[in-house]
């Protein structure tokens, strides 16, 4: 389908899954050669990061643990710019090799709190990697090692994305259209 209705809003496809696919690859073959022989432990951000960090850590070669945190700052199709845990660490991240698994990067105010959290236990080496990015929205400075696709600062569904909590099962994602 080209376009999608929920909750009678207008979505039109933006990322074919056949794209996913490629970019999840990509990222999966970046990723290990760059942890070739390493641990690492995966910190994957829920809600929306579990589709691509499912279809990711299938990718990777070796044996690594993963951990999961949730976090909250959208209230509809708009960021509060307040950070909420739903789900804390429950991990020593001490000297380990992390990588964040984010589903979507836009201002930056979730990671950069999350960065912080993580900083504390003081790890070997902190990346982040995000299936999609919002250059034009982006307030912080932090390094995104891995990242998928840019895309514009439009509101996305499907592929683990939510319109509150609808459109998360959608194998496309769909950017909502004005």
């Known amino acids: 389908m080209e376009e999608i209705n929920i909750k009678g809003k207008l979505f039109q496809k933006l990322i074919s899954s056949k794209e996913i696919e490629e970019i999840v690859k990509s990222l999966s073959q970046r990723i290990n ?11 994957i951000v829920l809600n929306g990061a579990f589709m691509f960090a499912s279809d990711l850590l299938k990718l990777i070669e070796g044996n690594h643990k993963l951990s999961f945190i949730k976090l909250s700052s959208y209230c509809g199709v708009y960021s509060s710019n307040e950070i909420k845990e739903l789900i804390g660490l429950n991990e020593d991240l001490r000297d380990n090799n ?9 201002s930056g105010n979730t990671m950069d709190c999350l960065i912080e959290k993580v900083k504390a236990y003081n790890p070997a080496t902190l990346e982040i990697c995000t299936l999609v990015f919002k250059p034009k929205a982006f307030k ?12 514009s600062n439009e509101f996305i569904v499907g592929y683990g994305f939510d319109l509150d909590g609808y459109g998360r099962n959608i194998k496309e994602i769909y950017q909502l259209k004005e």
């Not at 992390?98 to 836009?106: F, H, R, S, T």
């Open 33 to 43: 050669k760059d942890y070739t022989q390493k641990e690492i432990v995966f910190l």
């Open 140 to 151: 912080k400075r932090f390094n995104i090692k891995y990242i998928g696709r840019e895309i």
């Open 98 to 106: 992390i990588i964040i698994i984010e589903d979507i990067i836009d």
